[in-house]
């Protein structure tokens, strides 16, 4: 992975209304954390930011960080987390991992399909993409993007596991060997379908706890007898105030 | 059928708040395309199975379709020409309640040409305005 180089600025707002200011200015809040150097607050463009994430494959970018009156004239670093808003997707905080160039890292790495699969093409059936994300480890310089898998060759029943991918020079790929990552799936029979409409067919809502509101019904209606005498009694209290005055 | 919940601790429910925007289920976590809800509401089950039945069709038993939302929380009416009180009336059906932000129709294993129509037919059937997103472009 090639490091693209970013612009960024020293922080001093920490407070939730200082830092909507600053994202209303058009800076985005980012931090730097890493080995090399305790963790300090920043700020981005994030117009600038916004065109690298536009031009990335994947949100795993490596930047070589020019940070203002900063004592290093470059840090390079991982985009370790990006905070979207969830409606218009705005980005709302980036975090910057501070990596060495010598240092293996570990990063989740998207997955990609490329081509049409066999048993989608002729055999009708689905591709079922099941792990969108692979945990790899190497140098940052040999990061990759994302992992494409070429799905052409796989028909009907077959799938390719996390062991079956051949991973980029210089890269280990990580986690249970046996996990599926795509998969190609039989088209769904009429009755399949059928039995999934009348799956959610339902009668009356059970309820769990119905004996124990019935038990509760009792005192509840302890209470109601309580209350109509109280009723009876603030009846009759007028009546005995008006014998009183006669 | 409509969608409604197998068993329930309490039958009856408080109304709720539903201000805010959707903190969890906000995201395309299943499949490639997704309906995103951009108001509030409550959507029944009827509309939830409208909107499901109008993607299955559409997408004619190819791919695969994931429903986000279910219809957790019951609603209660009160009969017509009723006086007010006498306790709270009998359940009338079930809702989701829908925050903007939430996904709500997952679709993956079709092109995006269709995914697209599906979601635009599903959406019809809503009572809310909704966008569609992708897995690989965020929700802007």
Not at chain 1, 7 to 28: C, D, H, I, M, N
Not at chain 1, 180 to 192: F, K, L, N
Not at chain 2, 98 to 120: H, Q, Y
Request: proline share 4%; glycine share 8%.
């Amino acid at each position: 992975m090639k490091s693209v180089a970013l612009k960024a600025y020293p922080r001093s707002q920490v407070q939730r209304a200082e830092v909507k200011k600053l994202r209303a200015s058009g800076r985005v809040p980012a931090t730097i954390y890493g080995r090399q150097a305790g963790p300090q607050n920043l700020e981005l463009n994030s117009k600038e930011f916004a065109d690298l994430l536009n031009h990335a494959a994947s949100e795993n970018v490596l930047v070589d960080l020019t940070v203002d009156s900063d004592v290093r004239a470059k840090r390079l670093a991982l985009v370790q987390e990006i905070q979207h808003h969830p409606l218009d997707g705005k980005v709302l905080h980036v975090d910057f991992h501070e990596v060495a160039e010598n240092e293996k890292v570990t990063v989740q790495v998207p997955v990609e399909t490329s081509g049409e699969a066999a048993g989608v093409k002729t055999g009708g059936g689905t591709l079922e993409h099941i792990l969108f994300k692979l945990k790899v480890r190497s140098l940052p310089k040999d990061l990759p993007e994302q992992i494409v898998l070429d799905v052409t060759a796989l028909e009907i029943g077959k799938s390719i596991h996390v062991g079956d991918i051949q991973a980029p020079s210089g890269v280990e790929i990580l986690g249970d060997k046996h996990l599926t990552v795509v998969a190609v799936s039989a088209p769904r029979a009429e009755e399949e379908v059928a039995g999934a409409a009348a799956a959610t067919a339902a009668g009356d809502v059970e309820m769990t706890k119905e004996k124990k509101d019935e038990a509760g019904g009792a005192p509840a209606a302890k209470g109601d007898a309580k209350a109509a005498a109280g009723d009876k009694k603030a009846d009759a209290k007028p009546e005995a105030k008006a014998e009183k005055k006669k | 059928m409509a969608m409604q919940p197998a068993r329930v601790k309490f039958r009856k429910m408080h109304r709720g708040s539903r201000t805010g925007l959707a903190t969890r289920g906000h995201t395309v976590a299943f499949g490639e395309y997704g309906l995103m809800a951009l108001e509030r509401c409550w959507m029944d089950a009827k509309q939830i199975e409208a909107a499901r039945v109008a993607i299955a069709r559409n997408m004619k038993r190819h791919g695969k379709l994931w429903i986000r939302v279910f219809p957790q929380k019951s609603f209660t009416k009160k009969p017509l020409e009723t006086r007010m009180g006498k306790g709270k009336a009998p359940v009338e059906g079930w809702v989701a309640v829908i925050r903007p932000a939430n996904v709500l129709f997952e679709v993956d294993g079709v092109t995006e040409a269709i995914a697209r129509e599906s979601m635009r037919l599903a959406a019809t059937k809503l009572p809310i305005k909704t966008k569609f997103v992708s897995r690989h472009h965020h929700a802007s």
